[in-house]
């Protein structure tokens, strides 16, 4: 019986409709190594693996994905390929536009794995994550959060997915620099917080660690809001930067 699947494709075409399908699978890695020109997004991506317990999905944004049986999934690892056009319409969405309305359709792929106790994210996926907002999945058995930032990728979506993390032990910032927008101040300090309500009095996180810090006084004031907002918060960890990519933390 298969337990193990890696796929390690050079590409993947923009015409197909793709479907994982194994009872007894139990670890699933898919990584593409393709150039941007050939990571368009795939017509459809399905998994119906009910016993799989690890994914790593480091590859695009299917326009859909019409079956994600993943109900017993544990650990999860997500990268997502994006083309600098498509953080544009993610940034300007338009509702009528049929990249937007695609893009959106991960809201199927996440709410198929809200049962995960492990979650790695990218900042991609922060920016895609950002058109979801509204009707996000609760993740009730999410312990440990991981998240990869950058300076030019956005945190729009950390509000909500902080507050639908009722039960969240351990978050893992993988860097705080990021793209500053309205919507990010809710979970930092990047914009005035006056009169508004931060998501972090609600998240139940005892743990925070800091990877990848530069010293910047930006970073500082980050972390002092942290300390400041989260109101369960037991320990914090200051990590210097270490120059870890996203792929070796998808590797590990």
């Known amino acids: 019986m298969l337990k193990t699947l890696i796929i ?10 793709e479907t994982v399908s194994s009872a007894s699978l139990r670890k699933l890695v898919i990584y593409c190594q393709g150039g941007c020109a050939d990571l368009l997004n795939s017509k459809s991506i399905s998994f119906d693996t009910p016993s799989l317990l690890y994914l790593v999905y480091s ?6 994905y019409p079956k994600v049986n993943l109900t017993n999934l544990v650990e999860a690892k997500f990268n997502l390929m994006l083309l600098d056009e498509q953080i544009e319409q993610i940034r ?3 509702d009528e536009d049929d990249v937007f309305l695609r893009l959106g359709n991960v809201l199927k792929l996440f709410a198929g794995i809200r049962n995960v106790q492990k979650l790695y994210l990218s900042a991609n996926i922060l920016e895609v994550l950002s058109l979801c907002c509204e009707s996000f999945p609760v993740f009730n058995n999410l312990k440990i959060l991981r998240i990869r930032s950058a300076e030019d990728r956005g945190w729009q ?3 909500v997915l902080l507050r639908n993390c009722p039960h969240l032990e351990t978050l893992v910032l993988e860097g705080l620099i990021h793209y500053v927008t309205g919507e990010c101040g809710n979970a930092c300090d990047c914009k005035s917080r006056e009169g508004i309500v931060s998501s972090l009095l609600s998240c139940p996180v005892k743990k925070v660690q800091i990877k990848g810090f530069k010293g910047t006084m930006r970073e500082s004031s980050m972390i002092w809001h942290f300390m400041t907002s989260f109101p369960c918060l037991k320990e914090m960890e200051v990590v210097y930067a270490d120059f870890t990519t996203i792929f070796e933390i998808l590797g590990r």
């Open 8 to 17: 390690k494709a050079k590409w993947i075409g923009s015409e197909w409709d």
């Open 157 to 159: 979506a950390m509000p």
């Open 59 to 64: 590859v695009f944004v299917a326009e859909d």
């Open 92 to 94: 300007e969405p338009n």
